[in-house]
């Protein structure tokens, strides 16, 4: 019986697609059958952050309506075999799937896979409530902003009226060089006011940018926030694993590899 | 008094039962008069005409054509001959004519499609404009972007694959042709290159995308 969880943030723009299509693609690399699920109707984007947009035929409008039969939409990932995404609608808006519907399709996928996705639209309003439909955990995102901090916290609260069984907390784009300046809250800080379990750290990482222009997700490359997001899946997984050092000193020499990098990349 | 002119309405087309006596001219003043009073009864559907109760010659079955299509906001796609399986008739007649206007007549769409946006014809479409990904463009004929085609098309939606999809720019995400269906190639999916004016059409069980030439545009086939 597999589990499903939403990826949810309250605010846009914070990571929770990015987040959704490194967590799928690592739990898969590790051997693991998931499906990813894109709840944001009328503003789909997991499919091109997933590299699949040309692979749509149907999507979850067409399935939730009966168009078509849930095998017939799943896209399976170009690179791993036992990961699949359901693509969201494009021409529809939110009010085209209830969060009964929604209940009713995590139960059916939850026997065939062992995990399943949610990712979430911004917003509380109905996109929420069908992606918490059929979700007993929840990974809240977060940007170590007090804006979406404050969006964060909303959002916890309605996942406890909801009655997640568990909630964890992601802090995505943490920039070290200006927490030690302490131009911005640390992972630390951002726990404080939001009291959840930090399950994951996610460096602020030019590499994102670059893998989901190309459609290619990094989690599990030498990146860190390649590595970062491995680790996330391993704790999913339940397996206990340090976090990551962002604040690590550069020595000499990764910072001259680094400028070097950087060089190549302009 | 019997009517000259009664109207029998079938789900494809209309029936007109004509009085076999009354002199031509006579007839077409009932017939003006029977369409003009009913013109918001019969709205403007595209429908097939048959008559019956007498003989007609072509030109006089097209003059009462004429003189229907004149005084009412109907679209007589075809006359049709009386037939004993009448409604079948109609049917396949407006069926088949509909099917013929799809390939061979063309609308134009001015504007730029976005994400999201669908436009859906039953004729073959011509867009002054750019299909922007996310967007799709359904017709039953022929597509003809003439600006950049990074989204959807999807041309012979009735099931024909005698038609093509044509784009000054051809980025698409997908073409559909009939129930066929070609998908970019990943590796460049993201690389926008203009590609110059490009022509997909249907053969042997693929769909082929190549630079429109004369040698190209020799295997188009549109009936």
Known sequence: MGEVIVITSGKGGVGKTTTTANLGTGLAQMGKSVVLIDTDIGLRNLDVVMGLENRIVYNLVDVIEGTCRINQALIKDKRNPSLYLLPSAQTKDKSAVSPEQMRKLAEELKEKFDYILMDCPAGIEQGFQNAIAGATRALVVTTPEVSAIRDADRIIGLLDAAEMDRTDLIVNRLRADMVKKEEMMSSNDVVEVLGINLIGVVPDDENIV??????????????????????????????????????????????LVSKFKKKELK | MKEPVNIKGTKSGIILVLDPDMPLEDLLEAVKTKFTSSRKF????????????????????????????????????CITEENADKEEFLKKALKDKLADLSSNTGRFYKGTLRNGQVVDFETSIIILGDVNAGAQVVSKGSIIVLGALYGNAFAGAGGSKNVFVAALNMNPTQIRIGDSIARSSDSDSKSQKETGPMIAFFENGNIYVEPISRESLNDIHLD
């Open chain 1, 210 to 255: 670059i893998s989901t222009n190309k459609g290619e997700p990094l989690v599990g490359s030498d990146t860190l926030a390649g590595k970062a997001y491995m680790n996330i899946c391993r704790r999913i997984l339940g397996e206990e694993v340090p976090m990551l050092d962002l604040y690590r000193k550069d020595g000499f020499m990764s910072k």
């Open chain 2, 42 to 77: 019969f709205g403007d559907a595209s429908v097939a005409l048959t008559f019956e109760g007498r003989k007609l010659t072509d030109d006089e079955k097209f003059a009462i054509a004429g003189v229907v299509s004149d005084n009412s906001d109907l679209n007589v796609v």
